[in-house]
């Protein structure tokens, strides 16, 4: 399916070919934007073209396919003639419902990790873009060391970090056996615009909106980044010669009552927050997480799950290698991320 194609005279035929996989979702939005206005000609994958519902945000000026990223034969077929493949495709979830939720997510993203390799290798395609997360990095004990990418989660409670580590190292182990040349890039939560529906980082700020937080913070940080920085560093890494994993963070992680703060400084309808609640009454998280759900429609953020993996704990990590080795560096203020998250989401509910 072509969207447009024809409208946009700048792609040259000798541009650089991409395919973005989930180019629905948050990073692929605006990825695809990104890549255009670069020059390059892009593919877009989205699990059923035809339903105007997973296009309908996608631009003019490219091609549009359908794609389960699982399917190894089929992503060959979609993958034929392209220089860079982005795959971004997976399930984002930190609250699941059921068990078999949670395996079916887990299973989904270390199937699509493997065949996005495969399709690389036996297309031979210039460079693999996989994406991953900052959850494949441990936390540590409050004021412990900063981490890097050197570092791997070993502790699987949640299962979004265990699928997301998982699929990152079978990924690493079939691109060495198949010389793919692969780069891995680990965005924090990402918050900004450029969304057609909540992801499990702008539920956080949805959460806050509907006043999750007013009867009390939980004393946790939160791995920001925004979406323009994360497109500008797939970019990077898609185009340099580096290789490796690259951390996508802001410089400073926020505690989650600041972000509450920050909230109810572009509204102030949105409540304060109370005040921050100590390490053994994160357990009751769960449950005014159910409440507010409940009584006011917020998403569901927190499992028993989460709170077990973050209690007492912190996000530390480091963006230097990103810094150093891409030339990367996070330039848009937790203040506009914010603001432009709860732009959208407002947008998203009129």
Request: aromatic share 6%.
């Amino acid at each position: 399916m072509k969207r447009g194609c024809c409208r946009r005279g700048a792609i040259m035929e000798a541009s650089r070919k991409a395919l973005v996989t989930g180019a629905n979702g948050h990073i692929g939005n605006n990825l695809v934007q990104a890549l255009l206005q670069r020059g390059y000609q892009v593919r877009a994958s989205v699990r059923d073209a035809g339903d105007p519902a997973r296009t309908r945000s996608l631009p003019e000026g490219i091609e549009i396919v359908s794609l389960d990223v699982r399917d190894e034969e089929q992503f060959v077929r979609v993958s034929q003639g392209i220089d860079v493949l982005f795959h971004l495709a997976a399930t984002y979830k930190n609250y699941t419902a059921s068990r078999a939720e949670a395996e079916d997510m887990v299973r989904d993203s270390i199937e699509g990790a493997r065949a996005a390799v495969m399709a690389a290798a036996r297309n031979r395609i210039r460079r693999l873009v996989l994406t991953s997360s900052v959850v494949t990095i441990p936390l540590v004990p409050r004021g412990g060391p900063a981490t890097t990418e050197a570092d791997w989660r070993t502790d699987f409670v949640v299962p979004y970090h265990r699928g997301k580590t998982l699929a990152e190292q079978e990924a690493w182990k079939l691109a060495k056996e198949h010389g793919v040349d692969m780069v891995t890039v680990l965005p924090g939560a990402i918050l900004g615009p450029g969304f057609t529906r909540g992801t499990s980082s702008t539920d956080v700020i949805e959460s806050i909106r509907l006043g999750g937080m007013k009867n009390g913070a939980p004393n946790a940080n939160f791995p920001a980044v925004d979406i323009r920085d994360v497109v500008e560093g797939h970019i990077l890494a898609a185009e340099s010669s580096a290789g490796g994993r690259f951390i996508l963070c802001n410089d400073r992680l926020p505690q989650l009552a600041e972000l509450a703060r920050l909230a109810h400084e572009v509204d102030p309808a949105i409540p304060l927050p109370g005040k921050l609640l100590p390490d053994f009454a994160l357990a009751l998280g769960p449950l005014f997480d159910w409440i507010n759900h409940k009584t006011r429609g917020a998403p569901r953020t927190l499992g028993p799950e989460f709170i077990a993996a973050v209690r007492g704990k912190e996000w530390t990590m480091s963006n230097q290698r990103a810094r150093r080795e891409l030339g990367w560096r996070p330039t848009i203020p937790l203040e506009q991320s914010v603001a432009d998250t709860l732009a959208t989401l407002k947008s998203l509910h009129h």
